[in-house]
């Protein structure tokens, strides 16, 4: 019965590249170029990133598959989605709750990350006029410093972000992730190039790829999947409310190899452009969030056309996280709007709302509430990452697997899945089936049991 409910459409992605583009849009972003470095960093390098590897293969991957599987099969966002297809299965549309976990695990993501894209925005500025008078780590405290100022930026970034959702993400990402993202991995590509020239590229090699397994704990197995996890913008709903907009003659598991692929590409390449210069100008590698801003804005200070490479460098920083950001939003939208509870803008504009109020505390954990400790010694900032990176996405995606590993019906899966190899269609079962849902249990397990 339930399921006879006629929700409104939101139409599919136009172009054979929209798909991949969005969805790559959605996955390269902060995940890769802030976070990856400092985490890595914060955890002692290469054994992290070995780890951080394995489970993008190991678990991220089957389940980027499992996440577009059901979301083009209903066509619906994803509260909806997981609903429709339980139902479909013939089993309970309790399943439903996955689906809302994710709209509140986007929300959660989407407060301290308009923070974090803030303070990008804010460089634009900073690197243009810099003279280097006043040292990178100097430069950072003084942004970080400033309530007002993180609030502005972060006020400016969540504007930009209700803005485009509100316009119907297919016209107006479609197009900007087109031009501005090939345009990133360029600069990219530029940065790595002038850090092996300048920076101290054995080091940085050293660190980031020969692993020291010695300090690896629970905690570094739970930090590394849940960057896998954020990383793909897997777990709550992204990939699964893109899916929904995708063409039904495209493969799912040929494009979710490309995302994952870029995706990973990205980060390593972000790494690989950051630990260079940090050890070159013997800064700390574990210094934390401010490791990428830090490090760059000292390479732009050495360079020349420095003024005119650092803002081109933050305005396409920016961008990635826009592209980014407009996904975290997005099944919630979705959601409001198909349902008819609200039209897209208003829907756009109060959850981004709620996300902007949330912000506030991320905004403010870096100076006057820096004591303030939400979730053991964690800051809201900090909080808000661990509940969603490390608790709710491994979550969603562990019932996600185990949904399609198990309760989802076969010929569902299959059409949805098409011809595929069938060796590497059995490869795919079993993770999705054991490996995945039973290294995420493992990974919760070690940590808080
Ligand atoms: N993947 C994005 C990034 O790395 C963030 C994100 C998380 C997007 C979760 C969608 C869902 O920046």
């Known amino acids: 019965m339930e399921i ?6 939101h139409g599919a992605w136009v172009g054979k590249w929209t798909f991949i583009l969005a969805a790559t849009g959605s996955a390269v972003g902060l995940g890769n170029i802030w976070g990856f470095p400092y985490k890595a960093g914060t955890n002692g390098g290469g054994a992290f990133v070995l ?22 099969r209903a066509g619906n966002s994803p509260v909806n989605a997981m609903r429709r297809v339980a139902v479909d299965s013939n089993t309970t549309p309790l399943w439903r709750f996955v689906g809302w976990s994710g709209i509140f695990a986007g929300v959660l993501i989407l407060s301290f990350y308009s923070v974090i894209a803030g303070i990008c925005l804010n460089y634009i500025f900073i690197s243009a006029t810099s003279s280097g008078a006043l040292s990178a780590t100097d430069q950072f405290s003084n942004v970080i410093s400033s309530p007002l100022n993180l609030l502005f930026w972060h006020t400016v970034f969540m504007t930009l972000t ?3 959702v509100s316009a119907g993400i297919k016209d107006g990402i479609g197009r900007m992730v087109k031009i501005l993202m090939p345009l990133l991995g360029m600069l990219m590509i530029f940065m790595v190039i002038y850090a092996m020239i300048n920076g101290d590229f054995n080091k940085a090699m050293t660190f980031l790829f020969a692993p020291d397994f010695s300090n690896v704990t ?10 896998a996890f954020f990383s ?32 990973t590409l990205v980060a390593i390449v972000a790494g690989i452009a950051i630990f260079p210069i940090i050890f070159a100008f013997s800064l700390e590698p574990n210094s934390g969030p401010g490791l990428v801003f830090v490090s760059m804005l000292s390479a732009f200070n050495q360079m020349q056309y420095g003024q005119f490479v650092g803002p081109l460098f933050f305005i396409l920083l920016s961008v990635a996280a826009l592209s980014s950001s407009i996904s975290l939003l997005e099944p919630g939208v979705a959601y409001l709007s198909e349902e008819g509870i609200l039209p897209r803008k208003r829907s756009a504009e109060i959850i981004a709302f709620v996300a902007w109020v949330l912000g506030i505390g991320s905004a403010l954990s870096f100076n006057i509430w820096s004591d303030f400790h939400l979730i053991s010694d964690r800051n809201f900032l900090d909080s808000m990452e661990f509940i969603t990176n490390q608790v709710l996405l491994p979550l969603g995606g562990m019932f996600i697997a185990i949904f399609v590993g198990w309760f989802m019906k076969k010929s569902l899966i299959t059409d949805e899945i098409g011809a595929m190899n069938p060796v590497l269609y059995m490869l795919w079962r079993f ?15 070690r940590q808080f049991f």
């Open 162 to 164: 209700a803005l485009i």
């Open 232 to 263: 793909l913008g897997l777990g709550m709903g992204s990939i699964m409310a893109y899916g929904a907009y995708m063409p039904k003659d495209q493969s799912i598991v040929s494009n979710s190899f490309t995302v994952a692929s870029l995706d």
């Open 218 to 227: 629970s905690d570094t197995l739970l930090q590394a999947m849940g960057q």
């Open 4 to 9: 006879q409910k006629q929700l409104k459409s």
């Open 431 to 445: 993770f999705v089936k054991f490996i995945a849902p039973l290294s995420v249990a493992y990974i919760f397990y």
């Open 51 to 72: 780890i951080y590897l394995g489970c993008i293969l190991a678990i991220g991957l089957p389940i980027m598959v499992s996440e577009i599987v059901i979301g083009r």
